[in-house]
């Protein structure tokens, strides 16, 4: 069995660290090279950086933070937000990043995940997909929606398509946002989780809603994720990475543990 892995979300504004409630009254709460220094230096498995409004405004990421972050940490580097080329991979590998999430520019263009897995190689490229709860019709017949430019444009695509979409075309990895569930820290969407890990071969992340231990351990069995992402319950100081990995292993769920 492969271990689990505990993942921490830098969401990035302006170069500083933010935190919103499904997507909207986002606050700047700190710097991301600190939090991601301390995180690394807690046992992190893997850290997750998006640029929040890249894809909103229409501009390339902030290479320069990327490089902070890169420099401080020694843990695989996820990065994503306004990457809508080849090139802007590229500049992300270079900054630092051994991943590439790709988002609201891939729905656009489903082409662009194919072109980054020839380029960069298909364990380097994640689709990271925001997702609303809808009612179940002819476009999303799953009940779960597609939506992009970090929430504020629903595309009537269906969730477990596009998850299927995305693998096919060359994705190593799924982040699956539920944006319902983003901030609230009541539990992950577990049935939106399941769903997508049950049909796909690749790793699937499950993110948005954790609150407390116990929810990490419901994404990593019943929600069958790979990973569990985590923002609000670390980002505040409500449990630190070593103790969330303390109590998953102490419940049985296989981590990589550095003791």
């Known amino acids: 069995m492969l271990s689990k892995r505990l993942i921490a979300c830098l969401d990035v504004r302006d170069g500083k660290l933010a935190k919103s409630v499904r997507f909207v009254d986002t606050k700047d709460i700190g710097d991301p090279v600190e939090k991601a220094r301390a ?10 950086f998006y640029d929040i409004t890249a894809s909103s405004d229409r501009r390339s990421i902030m290479l320069d933070v990327v490089e902070a972050v890169a420099k401080e940490v ?7 937000g306004g990457v809508r080329s080849v090139a802007d991979a590229t500049d992300l590998r270079l900054a630092g990043a051994e991943k590439i999430n790709v988002n609201s520019a891939a729905v656009q263009r489903p082409a662009l995940i194919a072109e980054c897995a ?18 179940a019709s002819q476009a999303c017949p799953s009940g779960y929606e597609v939506v992009i430019n970090g929430g504020r444009t629903p595309m009537e695509v269906d969730g477990l398509a596009w998850a299927l979409e995305g ?8 982040v699956v946002n539920a944006i319902d569930a983003d901030g609230t820290r009541d539990g992950y969407e577990l049935q939106l ?11 699937v992340i499950a993110s948005g809603g954790a609150g407390k231990p116990e929810h990490l351990k419901e994404a990593l069995t019943i929600g069958k994720a790979d990973a569990a992402l985590v923002a609000s319950m670390v980002h505040y100081g409500d449990y630190s990475v070593s103790e969330l990995k303390r109590y998953l292993h102490s419940e049985g769920v296989k981590m990589r543990m550095s003791w």
């Open 193 to 203: 989780t399941a769903m997508i890990a049950a049909a796909v071969r690749i790793p």
């Open 167 to 174: 693998e096919r075309l060359g994705a190593g990895e799924l």
């Open 74 to 80: 020694f843990i695989p580097l996820s990065v994503g």
């Open 118 to 135: 020839e380029a960069i190689g298909n364990q380097n490229v994640v689709l990271s997909m925001d997702i609303r709860r809808v009612p």
């Open 39 to 48: 995180y690394y230096e807690d046992g992190l498995d893997e850290l997750v």
